[in-house]
């Protein structure tokens, strides 16, 4: 299901006198990149991605509004969880678009297409927005298919009629296909998902691994990925470590809050959690002392989680030795409606997270990490995250 125009959508829908008028959401009211703009725009050519110089030109009219990223992510969140009604197996794929797996429910719910029919019901009633379906046997033929007719789409790809229909449509068209495996299949003439068959699985599994593989059965409508259901959030999500007895050096303090912060930055990311408030503790002789601090929106990103390590060392460390050291996420939650969607510097840490994320789970933890953390120890883990909340809790 992907919401048609949405952030524009919820510009027409909040603000009565931009109905049927052409609207584009900029970043900021001095931001001059359209986001996204609405069907009376598109209908002048105006795209998201052009300068607003440019859609003016194209559509005199055009009528700038400002991005409201709290709004669209509370429509957002309320949308998702009202889907919850439909299946439980539901996959929020970006604050817009979301996977809904009818496998598990057909025998109570009747067929597939009634079922798609009363989702968007469901998202009509709670938003009163539109948004185009799709639907088909894999996540990527059935996101294929909800791009097909909008707005107010519903297109139906059989199964055994995916890879048919799939045949022409170009590879850059499925979701996911660019950048060095969109070139790499370009050179080698493969530019539709029909061409894929002159192409050795084995081949593109020995360059890309699984990704590889996984994109040669995409184009021929086999999808293997399923449907990744949301899975209830965990209370809270830490990592702790014991340091050498007494340790007072705030360097070496440095390093460990670094060390935990990386950990579970990277924990919070593989689980598509991010939070908002986070417990900073470490063990002394006389006892724990943690304190909670907050960033400014929810976060990811292990930077910003050591940024509140280092306020601790600030706010409470006078020099005294510890012998622990523990970071933990006291409110995780999904990230699929961050808040600060717009923002180019989260967007620049976001992809140097991804980059590094993806090496890491390749080659294993920390092969790629912080220059600093190259003295890090390596001590085990020890504190369990519940022992930490109650420590928290009870102060
Ligand atoms: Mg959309």
């Given at each position: 299901m992907d919401m048609n125009a949405f952030f524009a959508s919820i510009e027409q829908r909040d603000f009565p006198e931009l109905r049927g008028k052409p609207v584009a959401v900029t970043n900021g009211r001095t931001g001059t990149c359209i986001i996204t703009s609405s069907y009376e725009a598109r209908s002048y050519g105006v795209r998201t991605g052009m300068r607003l110089p440019e859609g003016w030109r194209l559509c005199p009219g055009l009528i700038q509004r400002p991005a409201r990223p709290e709004r669209y992510a509370a429509v957002s969140t309320a949308i998702m969880e009202a889907l919850l009604e439909i299946t439980p197996d539901l996959e929020i794929f970006s604050v817009d678009e979301v996977f809904l797996d009818l496998t598990r429910c057909q025998k109570a719910c009747g067929s597939p297409v009634e079922m798609v029919r009363r989702a968007r019901e469901v998202v009509s009633r709670v938003s009163g927005l539109p948004c185009s379906i799709g639907l088909s046997g894999d996540k990527t033929t059935a996101k294929y298919a909800a791009k097909l007719v909008r707005p107010n789409g519903l297109t139906v790809i059989l199964p055994w009629e995916a890879r048919a229909r799939l045949r022409d449509v170009p590879l850059t068209d499925l979701c996911g296909i660019k950048g060095g495996i969109g070139g790499y299949l370009a050179a080698r003439g493969i530019r539709t998902c029909g061409d894929m068959e002159h192409l050795p699985i084995g081949e593109l599994g020995r360059r890309f691994g699984n990704l590889g593989r996984r994109i040669w059965y995409m184009a021929q409508g086999?999808?293997?990925?399923?449907?990744q259901a949301r899975v209830p959030s965990p209370k809270s999500l830490g990592h702790g470590k014991v340091m050498p007895p007494q340790t007072r050096d705030r360097e070496t303090l440095e390093t460990y809050l670094l060390h935990m912060s990386e950990r579970l930055g990277a924990r919070l990311r593989k689980h598509g959690l991010e939070a908002q408030i986070f417990a900073i503790g470490l063990r002394r002789d006389e006892g724990f002392m943690s304190y909670p601090y907050r960033t400014l929106r929810p976060t990811d990103d292990s930077r910003e989680i050591y940024n509140l390590g280092r306020a601790y060392l600030a706010d409470h460390w006078t020099g005294w030795g510890a012998h622990q050291v523990q970071v933990t996420a006291l409110d995780p939650r999904p990230n699929g409606t961050q808040g600060d969607l717009f923002l180019r510097e989260n967007e620049k840490r976001r992809r140097l997270n991804a980059v590094m994320d993806q090496i890491n789970e390749r080659y294993g933890a920390f092969t790629l990490a912080p220059a600093s953390l190259l003295g890090r120890s390596d001590m085990p883990n020890v504190i369990s995250p519940g022992e930490i909340v109650k420590c928290c809790v009870c102060r």
């Amino acid at each position: 299901m992907d919401m048609n125009a949405f952030f524009a959508s919820i510009e027409q829908r909040d603000f009565p006198e931009l109905r049927g008028k052409p609207v584009a959401v900029t970043n900021g009211r001095t931001g001059t990149c359209i986001i996204t703009s609405s069907y009376e725009a598109r209908s002048y050519g105006v795209r998201t991605g052009m300068r607003l110089p440019e859609g003016w030109r194209l559509c005199p009219g055009l009528i700038q509004r400002p991005a409201r990223p709290e709004r669209y992510a509370a429509v957002s969140t309320a949308i998702m969880e009202a889907l919850l009604e439909i299946t439980p197996d539901l996959e929020i794929f970006s604050v817009d678009e979301v996977f809904l797996d009818l496998t598990r429910c057909q025998k109570a719910c009747g067929s597939p297409v009634e079922m798609v029919r009363r989702a968007r019901e469901v998202v009509s009633r709670v938003s009163g927005l539109p948004c185009s379906i799709g639907l088909s046997g894999d996540k990527t033929t059935a996101k294929y298919a909800a791009k097909l007719v909008r707005p107010n789409g519903l297109t139906v790809i059989l199964p055994w009629e995916a890879r048919a229909r799939l045949r022409d449509v170009p590879l850059t068209d499925l979701c996911g296909i660019k950048g060095g495996i969109g070139g790499y299949l370009a050179a080698r003439g493969i530019r539709t998902c029909g061409d894929m068959e002159h192409l050795p699985i084995g081949e593109l599994g020995r360059r890309f691994g699984n990704l590889g593989r996984r994109i040669w059965y995409m184009a021929q409508g086999l999808d293997p990925e399923p449907v990744q259901a949301r899975v209830p959030s965990p209370k809270s999500l830490g990592h702790g470590k014991v340091m050498p007895p007494q340790t007072r050096d705030r360097e070496t303090l440095e390093t460990y809050l670094l060390h935990m912060s990386e950990r579970l930055g990277a924990r919070l990311r593989k689980h598509g959690l991010e939070a908002q408030i986070f417990a900073i503790g470490l063990r002394r002789d006389e006892g724990f002392m943690s304190y909670p601090y907050r960033t400014l929106r929810p976060t990811d990103d292990s930077r910003e989680i050591y940024n509140l390590g280092r306020a601790y060392l600030a706010d409470h460390w006078t020099g005294w030795g510890a012998h622990q050291v523990q970071v933990t996420a006291l409110d995780p939650r999904p990230n699929g409606t961050q808040g600060d969607l717009f923002l180019r510097e989260n967007e620049k840490r976001r992809r140097l997270n991804a980059v590094m994320d993806q090496i890491n789970e390749r080659y294993g933890a920390f092969t790629l990490a912080p220059a600093s953390l190259l003295g890090r120890s390596d001590m085990p883990n020890v504190i369990s995250p519940g022992e930490i909340v109650k420590c928290c809790v009870c102060r």
